[in-house]
């Protein structure tokens, strides 16, 4: 969002933001505050199975997702809500979901590797305005290749606050058309964030499955001081 003549200080040359608000990365960022070791993360399931079989079950839990629904023989499916500190202290998580964990192994080889939602939104954006990188990529996992509400949404909520923290204009971001249509997506719905899941295709698809629990939840804003950050490639931590 700023070229590097504007950003002498920078510390990270570049930083990929991965977005899933629904809801690979609200599992993840819940799963690092609740006190879980880490979180890795898998496109494929079979190797997701042949990874974790190298750690005691008592150190793992094993979550997989599939169209919405838990993949059968899996501890977990990817409700953030069965994350609970009971459940997943001290422990890794090895996930495969449908997009979300695509999105991050695809990203893996970029300077700093985060996973967002908007529940964590504002630890993303204090690292952002804290580390100034040259560049920032915010990566929306959509649904299959497809656009989606709530993760554009979430981009738009953490430039906007990025914007806001260090006096940026918007008019600085002319030219990135996806960047501003996705502030002025957050600005009309910043009050009814919950509205908007409701509308979006995946949030339907997930109320039909009964998840009205879980698109509450990942509809708040700023709940959890917690910053996913990948420590080896498809491992998250938490930072700090
Ligand atoms: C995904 O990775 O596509 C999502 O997190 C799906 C879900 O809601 O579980």
């Not at 505050?33 to 005691?56: I, P, T, Y």
């Not at 069965?82 to 893996?108: A, H, K, M, W, Y």
């Not at 080889?109 to 985060?114: E, L, N, T, W």
């Amino acid at each position: 969002y700023h070229t590097p003549e504007q950003a002498p200080n920078s510390e990270v040359p570049e930083c990929a933001i991965a977005v899933d608000v629904l809801r690979a990365t609200s599992t993840i960022a819940t799963v690092l505050a609740a006190g879980g070791e880490a979180v890795q993360v898998f496109s494929d399931l079979d190797k997701l199975m042949q990874e974790s079989e190298n750690w005691q079950p008592e150190k793992r839990l094993r979550a997989g997702e599939r169209g919405g629904g838990k993949v059968p023989g899996f501890e977990l499916g990817n409700s953030p809500l069965d994350c609970t500190p009971e459940l997943v202290q001290g422990r890794r998580l090895f996930i495969s979901t449908t997009n979300g964990t695509r999105t991050l192994q695809r990203i893996q080889d970029a300077g700093a590797v985060i996973a967002a939602a908007l529940i964590n939104r504002a630890a993303v954006v204090k690292y952002v305005v804290d580390k100034e990188p040259l560049n920032v990529w915010i990566v929306g996992s959509g649904w299959e290749g497809s656009y989606s509400l709530e993760d554009t949404v979430c981009a738009g909520a953490i430039a906007h606050s990025v914007c806001q923290h260090t006096n940026l204009p918007i008019e600085k971001l002319a030219g990135n058309d996806e960047m501003i249509s996705a502030i002025s997506l957050y600005s009309q719905w910043e009050k009814n964030l919950l509205g908007l899941l409701h509308h979006a295709s995946h949030g339907q698809r997930l109320l039909r499955l009964d998840c009205h629990e879980d698109l509450k939840y990942c509809s708040q804003t700023d709940i959890l001081d917690v910053l996913p950050m990948q420590q080896e490639p498809g491992v998250l931590k938490k930072y700090g």
